[in-house]
């Protein structure tokens, strides 16, 4: 709507007045489009900022397991340098009755320096991990001296097909979606623009010379609106076709990744509870047995020492494999939002 005051020309005596109210009315419910397209911006924001919460979520889940794990690591470390320790201890006592050669207490010495630098390393890494956990949530140093917690405790292993179901509900699908039905109201948006608006004045026109008043009416439609805008339409087209593509690309993709996740889960927890049950416990009985075989002079000392390494590289694939199924389980519940444990119950 416009007003219109028209003042006296230069040179002249006659002064002209006229007021009137003018208005456009738009065809093709563009303002439906605009209101649409605004709902599906707000929308795709408030799924941008779950799923930035979901990440970071898992970030900090990935963090404190990669600490957890380290912890785990030091310990199996200190478990290292107490048997080494205990080693070098009946070496040197064999040596000095001349039972075993010289040689036995010098690589019995050399496997105790070396386990103290492992351990030392680790401590150092896990420091630095605290540090970087810290980091997550905004923090200049470590707060806390230790971190707690169960690694070797999964969740259940849920199906494949109720993981996928879930996936498909996941954020970031969700996004694709939210954009794609933006795509759709943009599209919407430049289909409506191709109808002309119509723009209508009215009013009134008084001459102060002549005294007389007029009645003044006008009526504008813009020709050739569809073409000049089929362009547009065209490009929003294309962007909305794009759009579907994108997320069906996207939602394979994802399928692929969880299934990859979802089989490590299940081959590294098969893999913990196989080595904390049968293996270890086997290879600590072995251990003991070559102990006191060595002792006898029934071993020798290369065969003690492979029980050894073979005792403790278990348990490192121990932690190895706890910490990778953790990793796996964190993973999983991003991409499907949902708690692993809890997946079951959401599905039923």
């Keep these: 709507m416009g007003f219109i005051e028209r003042l006296p020309l230069a040179g002249t005596g006659n002064a002209e007045y006229a007021l009137s109210i ?51 690591q030091i310990f199996v470390e200190e478990r290292a340098l107490a048997l080494t320790d205990e080693t070098l201890d009946v070496i040197s006592r064999l040596a000095r009755k001349g039972a075993v050669p010289e040689a036995d207490r010098l690589r019995a010495k050399a496997q105790q320096s070396q386990a103290e630098l492992n351990l030392a390393a680790l401590k150092a890494e896990y420091d630095a991990e ?9 923090e200049p140093q470590a707060g806390f001296n230790d971190v707690e917690g169960n690694l070797f405790s999964f969740a259940n292993a849920t199906d494949f097909p109720s993981l996928r179901r879930r996936v498909e509900r996941s954020p970031e699908l969700a996004i694709l979606a939210s954009e794609r039905r933006m795509a759709e109201a943009e599209l919407a948006l430049a289909r409506s623009q191709s109808s002309a608006n119509i723009n209508w004045r009215l009013g009134v026109r008084h001459e102060q010379f002549s005294g007389d008043s007029a009645l003044t009416a006008s009526l504008e439609i813009p ?14 087209h294309a962007e909305f ?20 996740a979802w089989q490590a889960f299940q081959q590294n927890q098969l893999a913990a509870k196989t080595l904390q049950t049968r293996i ?36 490192r694939r121990l932690i190895h494999a706890a910490t990778a199924a953790l990793h796996n389980q964190t993973l999983i519940e991003q991409l499907t939002a949902t708690p692993l444990a809890e997946e079951a119950s959401h599905d039923d």
């Excluded at 605290?130 to 905004?138: D, I, K, N, T």
């Excluded at 076709?241 to 990859?260: T, V």
């Excluded at 251990?287 to 073979?310: F, H, I, M």
């Design 223 to 236: 020709l050739f609106s569809a073409a000049r805008n089929r362009g547009e339409e065209k490009a929003a």
């Design 130 to 138: 605290r540090q970087s956990l810290a980091s997550l949530w905004g």
């Design 280 to 315: 270890i416990p086997t290879l600590e009985s072995a251990q003991s047995q070559t102990r006191r075989a060595y002792e006898q002079g029934r071993y020798r000392y290369t065969d003690w020492l492979a029980v050894q390494n073979e005792l403790l590289d278990a348990r």
């Design 241 to 260: 076709n794009s759009q579907s593509y994108r997320r069906e690309d996207r939602e394979l993709k994802l399928g692929a990744r969880l299934y990859r």
């Design 22 to 72: 003018s208005s456009v009315i738009e065809l093709g419910d563009k303002r439906k489009a605009r209101t649409a397209l605004a709902n599906t911006r707000y929308a795709r924001t408030a799924l941008e900022h779950k799923a930035a919460a979901l990440d970071l979520v898992a970030t900090v889940t990935q963090g404190f397991v990669s600490a957890l794990s380290l912890k785990h």
